[in-house]
């Protein structure tokens, strides 16, 4: 190698190291694991693992906040001895991340039905009672937990139900495998493999240059109102599914439509919700709503959109049947407020 040579590589290697950045290191061992069934194995040797029974999290208190509390492999062990239970249910667990430096993370569900051990149904009050916390229902869980756990357990939720629910193939209805990781199944007899899936939902505000409208369905909580929403059909692009969802519930034709975000939702399965503003003509404005899909839907004056995003809070304004919009970790809420705080939401461009 010329002296060149070995300086070029050298500064090269120096820069792909500069370059590669902890998120991008994260992701890639992330990939590896997800590839690679040894390395997954040898990851959960170190790693730590999230809990859950009957697809409820285990949470902890101190004081007055709530945790997720993470266990090691050692200590899990332990635990499923001390119950009766076999180690092998350690392979139903799935990979949902890791910290920034490479302790692998994964969730297990106790009180499923195992496909690797028999009688996996493990005492829930027991448990709770070893693991000094509580299995807690995850639309409950998520509200007193940070953003960054909230996420985290809606992700092992969505796994974890998705895996609960696709034990078999649909085209031989022999059992299907996990691999390590848990980002895929596969069934031996015939090599089909199969994905953990989530519904694109469309979420949409629409406004008509001064005003917001706003619905609720008759299963939401006493006086919540919120963004329309619905199912993207197969075959719809997203501005597609818009229009069609605005028209179908609300009797309304959108002119102009923009993307805001997205989220993962995991009630009741797995969508992907996609955000979007949208305008319809000022003059077009009359409401004709589908008493199938909705209860009652109303056009919201900014000011009272904003008041009740400063008021907002589920616990009262439930109890008190006033008007209130979908908390804070909802994308409906941050479309919500993103209208309220940027006028071009409304006057969206051609
Ligand atoms: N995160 C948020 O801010 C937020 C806000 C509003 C709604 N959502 C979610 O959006 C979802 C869709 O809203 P919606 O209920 O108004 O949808 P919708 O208007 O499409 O109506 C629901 C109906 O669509 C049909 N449907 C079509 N594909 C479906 C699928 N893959 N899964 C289930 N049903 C399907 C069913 O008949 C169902 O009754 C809801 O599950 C809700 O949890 C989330
Ligand atoms: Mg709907």
Redesign the pocket.
């Known amino acids: 190698m010329s002296l060149y040579c070995g300086i070029a590589c050298r500064r090269k290697s120096f820069w792909y190291f500069r370059l590669l950045s902890t998120y991008v290191t994260k992701t890639r061992y992330l990939f590896e694991l997800k590839e690679d069934d040894d390395a997954c194995k040898k990851a959960q040797q170190t790693g730590a693992f999230y809990l859950f029974h009957s697809l409820a999290p285990l949470l902890q208190k101190s004081g007055h906040q709530y945790q997720a509390p993470r266990h090691s492999l050692l200590e899990l062990e332990s635990l499923l001895a001390k119950f009766g239970q076999d180690i092998q249910r350690i392979e139903d667990s799935v990979l949902i991340g890791c910290s920034e430096q490479h302790e692998a993370w994964f969730a297990l569900d106790l009180g499923l039905n195992s496909s690797s051990s028999i009688n996996a149904s493990l005492q829930k009050p027991e448990m709770e009672t070893e693991l000094k916390g509580s299995f807690t229902e995850l639309r409950k869980a998520v509200f007193q937990l940070n953003t960054k756990d909230a996420s985290l357990l809606t992700t092992a939720q969505a796994l974890l139900r998705w895996h609960d629910a696709h034990q078999f193939c649909s085209r031989s209805g022999q059992p299907t495998k996990k691999n390590m990781a848990g980002s895929k199944r596969v069934c031996p007899s015939n090599k089909i493999i199969y994905y953990p899936q989530m ?1 694109p ?1 469309v ?1 949409t505000l629409v406004s008509d240059g001064t005003r917001c409208l706003l619905a609720r ?1 008759s299963s939401f909580p006493k006086g919540m109102y ?2 329309l ?3 993207c059909d197969i075959g719809e692009s997203l501005e597609e599914a818009v229009r069609r ?1 605005v028209a179908e ?1 609300v009797g309304l034709e959108v002119e102009r439509l923009q993307y805001s975000a997205s ?1 993962h ?1 995991p ?3 797995s ?1 992907l ?1 996609i955000a979007c503003h949208a305008t319809v003509h000022p003059g077009q404005t009359e409401i004709q709503v589908n008493l199938k ?1 909705l209860e009652a839907a109303g056009w919201f004056s900014h000011d009272e959109v904003a008041t009740a995003l400063r008021k907002n809070n589920p616990y009262t304004q439930q109890q008190y049947g006033t008007f209130w919009l ?1 908390p804070k970790l ?4 941050q479309l919500i407020k993103e209208w309220v705080e940027k006028p071009s939401c409304s006057t969206l461009p051609a």
């Open positions: 519904a939902v979420i369905q919120s963004a929403a619905g199912f969802e519930e989220q939702w009630f009741p399965n969508s919700m899909e979908p909802a994308i409906a809420h």
